[in-house]
């Protein structure tokens, strides 16, 4: 199949929900473009400005793929990207891979006692307590937004499984910005990009990191209602449909109308009781906003 852009090329990938096949070259110069833009919208394109940039140990290899647009993107705006990550062995792999991509990677501490809250059951108990602490961290140095690479079938994934359970908190998780009280935003890099097309290419440009990416996301501990999600999910990408990925969020925003401001103070995210969700609670019972206060970073 000849690529339906350039029409010179072998197409390598359709399209989510389109009728486009595009070649490896083409393809990703669309990938840049939606990914500039969810940058250009949440404002973090700025010339001359430093932005925090996350690379969780468990989405290693689809967090250098944005890395590597984030970089091609920064040399337009000699903007300065700085990134995060909780695991150096990481970064000395990375190195060897990309030596243009990694300059400054700053590594995240984690206190033993705040290590404890990723035990618990869930995909997004998971993900809100990861994101709270990499925020307390890239706020330890000055920063007051951060970049996360979640491609969005990820997070639709982690919407459906929170109403499957009963808890509608989950819902507005799929949105480009999503804003704490004190004003710290986390911004969406794949906001409204598939998890197939984002996989797709950190498969291809880094397989095998990708590889490591797999083993190290089945060690979060899903819960019934993840595994619930995913099949839906997955019968949703079989058939092309849209759908479903799209509607989820819509649907939410309609059952919960006004209620759906609140946030909580520690991710972000939607807080239906007062002002920390059911899945941070365990930061104030356990007392460990103490230890995220002190959470620093250091060079890898
Ligand atoms: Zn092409
Ligand atoms: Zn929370």
Redesign the pocket.
């Known amino acids: 199949m000849i ?1 339906s ?5 072998g ?1 390598i990938l359709r399209k989510p929900f389109s009728d486009e096949t ?2 490896f ?2 393809y990703m110069s669309d990938l840049i473009k939606r990914i500039k833009r969810n940058l250009s919208k949440s404002g973090q394109l700025r010339y001359g400005d430093k932005v925090a940039y996350l690379i969780p140990s468990v989405f290693s290899a689809t967090g250098m793929f944005g890395l590597k647009v984030l970089k091609s993107i920064e040399k337009k705006y000699s903007s300065n990207v700085i990134t995060f990550t909780d695991d150096c062995y990481l970064v000395k792999e990375l190195k060897t891979i990309e030596k243009n991509v990694i300059e400054k990677i700053l590594f995240i501490e984690i206190p033993d006692e705040v290590k404890q809250v990723f035990n618990d059951i869930g995909l997004m108990k998971w993900w809100r307590r990861y994101r709270t602490v990499a925020s307390y961290a890239v706020e330890s140095v000055g920063f007051n937004s951060l970049i996360i690479p979640m491609c969005s079938d990820a997070i639709v994934k982690m919407e459906i499984s929170s109403i499957a359970s009963s808890n509608f908190e989950g819902a507005e998780e799929n949105a480009l910005v999503m804003k704490k009280p004190s004003g710290f935003s986390f911004i969406n890099l794949y906001h409204g990009i598939t998890c197939r097309e984002v996989s797709f290419f950190s498969y291809l440009l880094y397989s095998n990191l990708y590889e490591k990416q797999l083993l190290a996301e089945y060690n979060i501990k899903r819960s019934i209602a993840d595994e619930y999600a995913e099949n839906i999910l997955a019968s949703a990408m079989k058939w092309r449909s849209g759908e479903i990925l799209n509607s989820v969020d819509k649907s939410l925003r309609w059952l919960l109308e006004k209620e759906a401001s609140n946030r909580c103070k520690f991710c972000g995210g939607l807080s239906l009781h007062g002002e920390v969700c059911e899945d941070c609670k365990i930061f104030n019972e356990k007392k460990l906003y103490k230890y995220l206060e002190e959470i620093s970073v250091k060079e890898c």
């Open positions: 690529c852009k350039c029409h010179k090329n197409a595009f070649c070259d083409c």
